[in-house]
């Protein structure tokens, strides 16, 4: 079964810097997804990847999928408060089928001002 | 138009009792998918339904765990004689059509609490 690995596990970060966050499969990716959860609350969706090489940006945030599809990374610029929370990529462990999404264990992000 | 809502978003069940968790997926949306979250363990898929069908249930523990998906009203995940470990928080995500292209929207959760 397809298992996915986030690093690090955890991050704390002085406002203003940049960081990374990588999520690693076991096997080949068909879709890859990145959520942020604050605590207490639901998934909120940030953005999907299909293709190798693919990099989408929102606001401050941008994630790529490597060109073999079995890594993606996510990447902060100028960091802030808001950006506080638990990080979670989610992939598809096969393409087309059950639609179920198999999790990573979510990295959490602190952002001291 | 609202999101996927949860209800209720904490629950306190004693062991033995039976626990309902409801979820209504977004308007437009026909398929639901039910997740647990243990603490350290991550987000673990349960079960996916359309209406008035179980698709996927590979996730869900073979005893006391059932879902439904009405024709009418929201998804049902019920728990049967909860146990300690039942506690975690649970969440719904609907789509829909499928995955492709559209992502998941999840709900806020039910955080079950069994004493």
């Known amino acids: 079964s397809q298992e996915l690995e986030q690093s690090p596990q955890s991050l704390i970060v002085q406002e203003g810097k940049n960081l990374t966050i990588n999520c690693t499969s076991s096997?080949?990716?068909?879709?890859l997804y990145w959520y942020k959860q604050k605590y207490g609350e639901g998934l909120i969706f940030l953005m999907m990847?299909?293709?190798?090489?693919e990099e989408k940006s929102h606001e401050k945030i941008t994630a790529k999928l490597d060109e073999k599809k079995q890594q993606s990374s996510l990447h902060i610029t100028a960091s802030q408060p808001s950006h506080a929370g638990i990080y979670l990529c989610?992939?598809?462990?096969?393409?087309?089928?059950?639609?179920?999404?198999?999790f990573g264990k979510g990295t959490k992000l602190t952002v001291n001002p | 138009n609202a999101g996927v809502m949860q209800n209720p978003r904490h629950l306190v069940r004693r062991r033995g009792q039976e626990a309902r968790l409801r979820c209504s997926p977004m308007?437009?949306?026909?398929?639901v998918y039910w997740y647990r979250q243990l603490p350290e363990e991550g987000l673990k898929f349960m079960v996916y339904?359309?209406?008035?069908?179980?698709?996927?249930e590979s996730g869900m523990p073979k005893e006391r765990f059932s879902a439904e998906f009405p024709k009418e009203g929201p998804s049902i995940l019920r728990i049967q004689q909860v146990v300690r470990g039942d506690s975690a928080a649970y969440f719904c995500?609907?789509?829909?059509?499928?995955?492709?292209?559209?992502?998941?929207?999840f709900g806020s959760g039910t955080r079950l609490t069994v004493v």
């Open positions: 096997k080949t990716l068909y879709g």
């Open positions: 339904l359309q209406k008035e069908n179980i698709i996927d």
């Open positions: 308007k437009g949306h026909s398929h």
């Open positions: 989610g992939a598809a462990p096969t393409q087309g089928g059950s639609e179920k999404l198999v």
């Open positions: 995500a609907s789509s829909p059509l499928t995955r492709e292209g559209y992502g998941y929207t």
């Open positions: 990847l299909q293709k190798g090489g």
